[in-house]
């Protein structure tokens, strides 16, 4: 039975359903929403809104459950429309009503939310670790290239010699900004939207600090409202994807135009090129080539996240699904360069 089933008199059609869902993206989220949730029973417990023995059997339960999804035993399902309600029936289904006691003082508002940040958090260091390999590669190279002479260029015209060294570093220094912007948007993504409920909190006695520091929130959002409603912090992580891509996209074009016969600066490696099936002379930088041209999807993310949330009153709710389109959208095109 769904969460909101209560005041309906008739069922949904599977159409309906269908297209109601959101499980067919969000189902990667399904650790951060139980870490979510076990902080919450957690903390239902500790102030004594759920008696110990209950969360206790929840959060015992929901690592059961953690450990069967990552062993493929839970099959999520269209009816239970989202991430939330497919793991809250699961436990339902297992402790019974002990179960439904777990979405006591919140709401899949701030539930929602605070998976997207746990979320974000953990793939922003992951997108960190891989500029900083970028880097560490770009600095070795230009170590090594220290005394190679080569044209530097303006308008596309030969204008000053200078070192391969000089040139790589260029590309370090905006890979290194790039860092530093995926850094300072974390400190946005680092503040906790659990505990404001629907929109405007709850009447239990809740500790939204222990539940800040049981899940790693560097602070606590304090409006409510804006908590459940925010995805500056989305857009903000798209528009770091997106200047990365960015750079991404200017050297893989330096590299594309350097493997031309006309350049004939550089000699792609066998291993990340591919060849012509009616021209066999023919080495295709096609992975350069991949990389300058998934840059148009993730602007064209970028905006279309904009564009699902200018008109926004406060405090909508339903982008979750496009949100979550776009980040698999954006993190599949870094990981894979």
């Known amino acids: 039975m769904k969460l909101w089933k209560g005041r309906f008199s008739k069922e949904a059609t599977s159409s309906a359903n269908e297209f109601n869902a959101s499980i067919g993206f969000d189902q990667r989220f399904y650790k951060e929403d139980i ?19 209950e969360s206790e059997l929840i959060i015992k339960t929901l690592k059961e459950i953690l450990a069967d999804i990552e062993a493929g035993k839970v099959e999520f399902t269209i009816e239970g429309e989202d991430i939330h309600m497919n793991i809250e029936t699961v436990l339902t289904e297992r402790i019974g009503q002990v179960g439904k006691k777990l979405h006591t003082a919140r709401s899949r508002n701030d539930q929602c939310n605070v998976d997207f940040r746990l979320y974000l958090k953990k793939e922003t260091a992951e997108v960190d670790a891989l500029l900083k390999e970028l880097l560490d590669a770009l600095k070795k190279l230009a170590e090594e290239h220290q005394e190679t002479v080569m044209p ?4 596309l015209q030969r204008a000053q010699p200078v070192t391969l060294a000089y040139h790589l570093l260029a590309y370090y220094q905006m890979f290194s900004r790039d860092r530093e912007r995926f850094a300072d948007c974390l400190k946005r993504i680092d503040r906790l939207s659990l505990g404001s409920g629907a929109l405007a909190g709850t009447t239990y006695n809740t500790d939204r600090q222990f539940l800040a520091k049981e899940l790693g929130f560097a602070s606590v959002l304090p409006n409510g409202m804006d908590a459940v409603a925010d995805r500056d912090f989305a857009i903000e992580f798209i528009n770091c994807c997106s200047i990365t891509m960015m750079h991404l996209s200017r050297f893989c074009e330096e590299l594309i ?23 066999p002379q023919k080495k295709n930088p096609d992975m350069a080539e991949l990389i300058r041209g998934k840059s148009g999807r993730v602007y064209g993310d970028l905006i279309s996240l904009m564009t699902t949330c200018k008109g926004l009153p406060l405090a909508t709710i339903r982008i979750c699904m496009k949100i979550r389109n776009l980040y698999s959208t954006q993190l599949i095109q870094l990981r894979h360069l």
């Open 35 to 53: 870490t979510g949730s076990i902080a919450h029973a957690k903390m239902l417990g500790k102030q004594g809104i759920i008696t110990m023995e």
């Open 152 to 155: 530097g260029y303006t308008h």
């Open 257 to 279: 135009n350097w493997s031309s016969v006309e350049f004939n600066f550089i000699e792609m490696d066998d291993a990340y090129s591919t060849g012509s099936s009616i021209m």
